[in-house]
């Protein structure tokens, strides 16, 4: 944004509005040990050319990370993001969508919001897409409030063991003030519990959450969570899945497995991960739970005229309806987010996202593969389908080996010593679209000489 200070012209004018005849005077009411009476204790002025230099110069002292090198997950991924997207997504009038206040009845954003909210539902199988949430933690937090108010004589909510610990965290803190337990149901050799979960229900649950692929980077299997939803739904209670939802295009949706809510981080679809934000939830419900959406759902009507427009066809955020009818406290919306992953869905369509998704998941058997015959390190849960991520344990200190890697130009992974207390010695691997062969090889080289 460009600075623009006023002129003595532009002061003297307002002054002369306002009726003082000096700065001084109009901020008489402070009180004058508050007033900084002398210049402030920073560097004098210098040229354009010279800052930039120096900011270039401080700049150069960090060590960035290439995307081929970045092998970093857990819920924020690098993903190639084509030049079309910063192109569009910064035009002054789609730039200022991001403003959150203003009325919402352009019609441009608003068949943005509309073709976002199709494509995801396409995606997770589901009938309605909310436009947005802040992110995939918020819409999981989300749905947690939704399911509280849902109408049946267990209060008791089942949480898988794959959860990501972060989003565990997320749940125990939304259920705060709700009519709500959480029932933590273990993983079996990285994978859902399914016996356990059914004995659970049959004691009685109001809903289960799922996670896939899970925090482990383990796809569950979809038959098992089908026959969960079977189960809940026999006794009036609901399925929440958090997917990923790149990992849609080759899986099975939740729609497909009988999910009533279905919620994930979209980041992948076009936005950096801008060392953890802004990012992009989303939130999808089937149709008897519609009216539990939050934030505002668009839809597409005819005006007067018989004019195809769009609207707003569902407002479940604080701002339009009664506080206490409000089914999230969102009050406003990631519309620049919303409007990068619409186009990156719209560039690559269908076969586009297939193929990335392939990709990923060949690199990923590739590094699984690789890392497997390391000196040193473990592969958790070898017998497992994954997508694009996996967990490995190592005979060293991992916060340290992964110091040591990110002084080579490598981020090798995420230290799970602090994020799971399950695995104090484990590293979680992430693949994406920009890692190549060859790139694998260097970091397995790298762990290996490491080790």
Do not use: W
């Not at 008489?28 to 010279?50: C, F, G, H, R, T």
């Not at 990285?190 to 004691?203: A, F, H, K, V, W």
């Amino acid at each position: 944004m460009d600075y623009v200070p006023h002129t003595k012209d532009d002061i003297k004018l307002m002054l002369d509005f306002l009726g003082v005849s000096s700065i001084e005077e109009l901020y008489s009411q402070i009180p004058q040990d508050l007033i900084l009476n002398k210049p402030l204790d920073i560097p004098a002025a210098v040229s354009e050319p010279e800052l930039s230099l120096e900011m270039r110069n401080m700049a150069s002292e960090n060590l960035e990370i290439k995307p081929n090198r970045d092998f970093r997950g857990g819920g924020i991924e690098r993903h190639y993001i084509p030049p079309i997207i910063p192109a569009l997504i910064g035009r002054g009038e789609f730039l200022t969508s991001y403003t959150p206040y203003q009325p919402e009845m352009s019609q441009g954003i608003l068949q943005a919001f509309f073709e976002y909210q199709t494509m995801i539902c396409e995606l997770t199988g589901m009938y309605v897409s909310n436009a947005s949430s802040y992110d995939g933690t918020t819409a999981l937090g989300d749905a947690l409030v939704a399911i509280a108010y849902h109408k049946h004589k267990s209060d008791r909510i089942l949480v898988s063991g794959g959860f990501n610990p972060q989003s565990r965290e997320v749940l125990e803190t939304y259920k705060t003030g709700l009519d709500a337990v959480l029932v933590d149901i273990p993983s079996v050799n990285g994978e859902i519990n399914t016996d356990r979960i059914l004995q659970e229900i049959e004691s009685g649950a109001k809903a289960v959450f799922i996670q896939t692929p899970n925090f482990y980077g383990v796809v569950e299997n979809p038959a098992k969570i089908a026959q969960i939803a079977d189960a809940i739904h026999k006794t009036k209670g609901l399925l929440i899945i958090s997917a990923n939802p790149l990992s849609l295009a080759l899986l099975k949706s939740p729609g497909e497995m009988g999910a009533d809510i279905a919620v994930g981080e979209a980041q992948c679809f076009g936005s950096m991960p801008n060392f953890g934000g802004p990012l992009l939830g989303y939130f999808t419900a089937s149709k008897s739970q519609l009216r539990k959406l939050p934030g505002r759902v668009i839809g597409e009507t005819e005006d007067g005229e018989g004019n195809k427009t769009y609207v707003m066809t569902l407002q479940a955020r604080e701002q339009h309806i009664r506080r206490e009818k409000a089914s999230s406290n969102i009050c406003t919306n990631q519309a620049l987010n919303v409007l990068a992953a619409a186009i990156y869905l719209s560039y690559y369509g269908k076969e586009g996202i297939k193929n990335i998704a392939r990709r990923i998941a060949s690199l990923a058997r590739y590094a699984i593969n690789k890392f497997s015959k390391i000196d040193g390190v473990h592969l958790l849960f070898p017998d497992t389908p994954r997508f694009h991520e996996f967990v490995i344990n190592v005979d060293a200190d991992p916060d340290d080996l992964i110091d040591r890697i990110y002084k080579l130009g490598f981020a090798g992974g995420v230290s799970l010593k602090s994020a799971h207390k399950n695995f104090p010695n484990g590293i979680l691997v992430s693949l994406n679209e920009c890692v190549g062969k060859n790139d694998i090889d260097e970091i397995v080289k790298i762990y290996g000489d490491l080790l």
